[in-house]
């Protein structure tokens, strides 16, 4: 499965109908397709520690889903993708940001493995019984 994960920040002044509008037009866009197997929106939850954060604090995520990185390129590449969102950035000034990959795992054996990490080899942070550790591999902020 390949999730497609939308970051969105929209400006202050944006009005709450008019946000129930735009996530509404895109389930029903991603929907529509058949190319997609899945989507849900959320709001960001904010932290006090939000309001000093350099970069982009997101309002909200989307995610969809698809069977293969071929659905994305379609559904990509469809003309009712590029105006609904060249009409909508335009009605609401958003900004956002995008990635597309595999479905993170978050179980708590996969936290100490990192790409590039050979399986069969214990982490540093792995116990002495092969177990994963009580920490990943980021170990300071």
């Not at 944006?14 to 989507?39: I, K, N, P, W, Y």
């Not at 350099?54 to 995520?61: L, N, S, V």
């Amino acid at each position: 499965m390949i999730v497609h994960t939308l970051i969105y920040r929209f400006p202050e002044t944006t009005r709450a109908e008019d946000l129930d509008a735009f996530f509404a037009a895109a389930r029903e866009l991603v929907v529509s397709t058949g190319l997609m197997t899945g989507f849900d929106v959320k709001p960001h939850l904010m932290l006090p520690a939000d309001e000093r954060a350099r970069g982009m604090t997101a309002a909200y995520i989307v995610q969809f889903a698809c069977d293969d990185l071929e659905a994305l390129a379609k559904f990509s590449e469809l003309p009712a993708v590029f105006d609904f969102i060249t009409d909508w950035k335009e009605r609401l000034g958003f900004e956002a940001a995008y990635a597309n990959h595999e479905q993170l795992d978050l179980t708590p054996a996969s936290y100490c493995t990192l790409p590039g990490d050979d399986p069969r080899t214990p982490s540093r942070t792995s116990r002495s019984d092969g177990a994963p550790g009580p920490t990943s591999r980021v170990e300071s902020q």
